[in-house]
């Protein structure tokens, strides 16, 4: 029995940040961000991926050394691992995404059993995991939790990369949590105004819904409320990288404690304060640190 278990690829993330004149070359995908977040706050996590024969040994001995079980991740022999390349602007604001190769897509058969989660975190980054994936997921968790960034993308023959509508909207059915970018959950719904757009998920029956905002922090809405969760604020921002992922992993990290909502992406807004602070997925803070960055917010931010 996991809390938590992150299905999406693994990849290795080639990030040109400005002024470096090469690429720093990290561990990077929705699910390790994701499981090492939610690993720093002490939930028992798993992860099922698909890479391939160049996938580091290192990154393997790495995410094992965290405490995150990879039983169930399948490395393909002459196969190639999902790579992305990202570049950013001046002030790191906006940036660039190709995928330079891509591994084989999850399959039901990688579904290894027996497999029980108090949540299932399916975290596709190019286009890895379908219905069919997702639906046998379903009987394995007691809540299951959507980022669907992979499901929205589309590659042209360079790789570069573009959003575009949802396939399959039944997907939505399946899930109780969703979060996603601004700009994510508008090709999601074909909404470009956020409270309808919210709505729309809701309809597909959706209960907890969350959208990232960078700067502006995230909004939250269940049960016909919403709420603003600001950002919360970094002693420095180093790599802006998998800072969504982080959020969400500390967001199900309470989550499966049975912490409030707020409570929850507060602890969300900390991780992803922290991990900015380095390169990749290399820094997370300490849980006693996560928690008091989320304190202070709740307690100035939120609670009042």
Request: with cysteine; net charge negative.
């Amino acid at each position: 029995m996991f809390d938590i278990v992150s299905v999406g690829y693994l990849s290795i993330d080639s990030i040109f940040l400005p002024g470096k004149q090469s690429p720093f070359v990290v561990l990077g995908g929705s699910v390790a961000y994701a499981s090492l977040a939610a690993r720093r706050l002490e939930s028992r996590v798993a992860v099922i991926s698909k890479v391939g024969s160049d996938f580091p040994e290192a990154y393997k001995w790495w995410l094992s050394q965290e405490g995150i079980d990879l039983s169930r991740m399948t490395k393909v022999e002459k196969a190639q691992t999902t790579r992305f390349e990202l570049r950013y602007g001046r002030d790191l604001s906006e940036r660039n995404l190709r995928l330079a190769s891509r591994a084989q897509v999850i399959t039901v058969d990688d579904i290894s059993m027996p497999l029980r989660a108090g949540v299932i975190h399916v975290a596709p980054i190019a286009g890895e995991i379908t219905y069919e994936v997702a639906d046998k997921l379903k009987s394995c968790a007691d809540v299951m939790s959507l980022d669907p960034q992979g499901l929205v993308r589309s590659f042209d023959e360079n790789g570069n990369v573009a959003l575009r509508p949802l396939d399959d909207k039944r997907l939505l059915e399946l899930f109780k949590i969703y979060k996603s970018s601004l700009a994510e959950i508008q090709v999601v719904t074909g909404l470009s105004e956020i409270d309808p757009a919210i709505k729309a998920v809701h309809d597909h029956g959706v209960e907890v819904v969350l959208v990232t905002l960078g700067a502006k922090g995230a909004v939250l809405s269940s049960e016909g409320r919403k709420y603003s969760i600001p950002v919360c604020k970094s002693d420095k921002v180093i790599d802006p990288t998998g800072a969504g992922d982080a959020f969400v992993g500390g967001f199900l990290a309470e989550y499966v404690n049975g912490e409030n909502l707020c409570r929850c992406a507060c602890v969300g807004s900390a991780v992803a304060s922290l991990v900015v602070e380095g390169m990749g997925p290399t820094f997370f803070g300490d849980k006693e640190t996560i928690y008091q960055r989320a304190r202070l917010l709740y307690e100035k931010e939120i609670k009042e």
